[in-house]
């Protein structure tokens, strides 16, 4: 993956061959489309969504969905989940909201919403 900063500092990922990005900038260059340009090789790591969060918000949302937290209707309620794993209800509310703001706000973002 490669994170491509415009001079304006809009930022595109572009995924593909080392090959085809130099291709692809070139490109963009010649037609004098962009004056500057800067190229970051990102890991898969870094454009995952997931990246950000902590191990226990990633443990509490795997389990979340495992149980049927997120089905419709619920499978199970966050008391129910509390008691099933051991982990406090305020916790697991706690962490699931900022999980769930963290997600929803970098689709967003992505998306220019």
Known sequence: MILLTLCNKNRYVIKGTDERVEDFVKSVKVQGLIKEIEIQ??????CDILSNLTNTQKKILSLAKKFGYYDYP???????LSEKTGIDK?????SLRKTEKHIITKILEDNNI
């Open 41 to 46: 090789k990102l890991g898969d790591k870094e």
């Open 74 to 80: 619920r499978k199970i309620t966050s008391e129910e």
């Open 90 to 94: 305020d916790i697991i509310l706690e």
